[in-house]
């Protein structure tokens, strides 16, 4: 009798223990400054989308968009520290422990979307070392997000020269954005994305500087009238999550997750002429004029951008100018 009563003790144990392992929950935010109908936001519904289909709900994926949580400049520190699974941020902003970040910053480097999609793919010798780097401020590489080509917004005109950002007041997203506006004569003004409508609006700054599709999913044609198409940067945000929180993961979440990031990357990227052209089209129609510099405007630019190069060698070293040198062999 004794034998029987242990026995139905232990398969108890068992079957209780294995249902609560097929019920173990995970819960992941994630904090995205853009609004949830940007692209960057309907990318990471996406994820969120197949990520709990895969898990039968297991994984519950929870969206904080519009900054709700943190700003992008709060978004490295909140992830790597913990106090939030997840985050998407401007990859600038990890410049002050990555240097080697503003490569993509750096100006009319990455000028065609076969080059950038050279520097993006997983473990080149521009990407690979920046996903390896971030490892160390605590946090896991996710996926990347293509935000597109960095363009000049402006009112009564275009900046269609240096000599037309002289002496203005701009707002960028990066410190090497700061210096290249330094190196045309104007004053940066670092702006996080969710405060650059209010900054138009009040003429905090006289240019701005963003992606194209920041300026249909903020309705930044409200504030001012032109877009002066340079592509003079590549825009990239990434998605990274607290590495401790990743680890302590069941194996079985971290490959549902794992997969579906390569699967969001893969789309936005594949997506991205297609939302720019959408972008531009939403603001010729809603009054913004949209203005391509010259073969000889565009000159001007590239002829004043040589400090640019030079601080980012002298920042980086030899590692920042290997990744420079396979960036201008692609």
Do not use: C
């Not at 990890?94 to 993509?104: A, C, K, L, R």
């Amino acid at each position: 009798m004794n034998k029987l009563v242990t026995g139905l003790a232990s398969a108890a144990l068992l079957a209780s223990s294995s249902l609560a392992l097929h019920a173990e929950e995970t819960t992941m935010r994630i904090s995205l400054q853009l609004p949830l109908k940007s692209h960057l936001g309907q990318n990471v519904l996406m994820f969120k989308e197949e990520v709990e289909a895969k898990s039968n709900g297991d994984i519950t994926v929870e969206i904080y968009d519009s900054a709700q949580l943190y700003k992008d400049k709060e978004v490295p520190q909140a992830v790597g520290s913990g106090a939030i699974e997840a985050g998407v941020a401007s990859l600038t902003r990890y410049v002050g422990d990555i240097p080697m970040v503003d490569i993509f910053y750096q100006p009319f480097l990455f000028d065609t979307e076969d080059k950038v999609r050279k520097a993006v793919a997983p473990d080149s010798p521009v990407r690979g070392p920046i996903d390896e780097a971030i490892k160390d401020t605590g946090s896991t590489l996710l996926w990347w997000q293509a935000y597109g080509g960095a363009i000049m917004l402006s009112n009564g005109g275009p900046i269609a020269t240096p000599a037309d950002m002289e002496g203005k007041k701009v707002r960028v997203f990066g410190k090497t954005l700061g210096d290249f506006t330094e190196a045309a004569g104007g004053a940066p003004t670092i702006i996080s994305g969710s405060e650059q409508y209010l900054a138009y609006q009040r003429g905090t700054v006289d240019i701005g500087m963003t992606g194209v599709s920041g300026v249909q999913s903020r309705s930044l044609w409200e504030v001012m009238d032109t877009i002066t198409v340079t592509n003079h940067a590549d825009i990239e945000f990434v998605v990274v999550t607290n590495t401790d929180w990743w680890n302590g993961l069941p194996a079985e979440h971290r490959d549902i997750i794992a997969a579906a990031a390569v699967n969001a990357e893969n789309a936005v990227r594949d997506e991205m002429a297609s939302i720019e052209a959408s972008a531009y089209a939403a603001a010729e129609e809603n009054g913004m004029t949209i203005y391509t510099p010259t073969a000889e405007e565009l000159a001007q630019w590239q002829k004043v951008s040589q400090p640019v190069y030079d601080t980012f060698i002298a920042k980086t070293g030899d590692a920042g100018k290997a990744m420079l040198d396979a960036a201008q062999n692609f």
